[in-house]
């Protein structure tokens, strides 16, 4: 069974701080990952997806790696903004089938 | 057009009460799904759709009764729920391909009370 993992749970930075989230998978035969915010109390919103054959994707500030191998992805988020506050999740969607597995987020607080 | 729309946003339901949640998507999805997510936690798989037919059901109670009668629109029929089926009820669709789902893009989600 995938396991998904993130760490931190939570962090809490300065405006204006590049920062780092990691998330581990247990089980490499995965077809994609993707990165989502989720404000409180809303639903979920796609940042970026990787598909198991890439590296990384960009996206303005963000950038998300994949080491498919080591079951391990990394989302880079630079010159963080207030705004960015937030739970981020990670999750795995799994060869031939539809189940997407999560992580259990790591919640972001950029102070101004 | 990536927009999940879910209907209502909330709703407060008796434990004796009848209600559905709606959700449709028009990009052309064939893989719907149905989370529930407590506070504080991550979104919890309980049914998903592939071209309009169940194909994964998390062994989710009866009182839950999932139905997809089009490719664009998926149901979460409720009946004599629990208060600790409170939650936050999250929609989504992904395209299906022959190796893996795609992008899946979520609703806003309903947020369920049963007193």
């Known amino acids: 069974k995938q396991e998904v993992t993130q760490i931190p749970a939570a962090l809490s930075v300065p405006e204006g701080e590049n920062l780092v989230l990691n998330c581990s998978f247990t089980?490499?035969?995965?077809?994609?990952l993707q990165w989502f915010r989720q404000d409180p109390g809303k639903g979920l919103t796609s940042l970026l997806l990787i598909q198991s054959s890439q590296r990384e994707q960009t996206s303005g500030r963000l950038n998300a790696s994949l080491d498919k191998s080591s079951g391990r992805s990394t989302l880079y988020i630079a010159a963080s903004q207030p705004g960015d506050s937030a739970t981020y999740l990670c999750?795995?969607?799994?060869?031939?089938?539809?189940?997407?597995?999560f992580g259990e987020g790591t919640q972001l607080t950029v102070n101004p | 057009d990536t927009e999940v729309t879910q209907t209502p946003k909330h709703l407060v339901m008796g434990m004796t009460n009848k209600k559905s949640l709606k959700c449709e998507q028009h990009?052309?999805?064939?893989?719907m799904y149905w989370y529930k997510q407590k506070a504080k936690k991550p979104p919890e798989l309980m049914f998903v759709?592939?071209?309009?037919?169940?194909?994964i059901n998390e062994s989710v109670p009866s009182r839950f009764s999932p139905e997809c009668p089009n490719s664009s629109l998926l149901n979460l029929h409720l009946h004599a729920l629990q208060p600790e089926d409170s939650a936050l009820y999250l929609c989504?669709?992904?395209?299906?391909?022959?190796?893996?789902?795609?992008?899946?893009?979520f609703g806003q989600g309903t947020r369920l009370t049963v007193v």
């Open positions: 759709y592939s071209y309009e037919k169940l194909s």
């Open positions: 999750a795995v969607s799994e060869t031939s089938g539809s189940r997407l597995t």
């Open positions: 089980d490499s035969a995965i077809y994609n």
């Open positions: 990009m052309g999805h064939r893989a």
């Open positions: 989504a669709s992904s395209q299906i391909r022959w190796l893996g789902n795609t992008e899946a893009f």
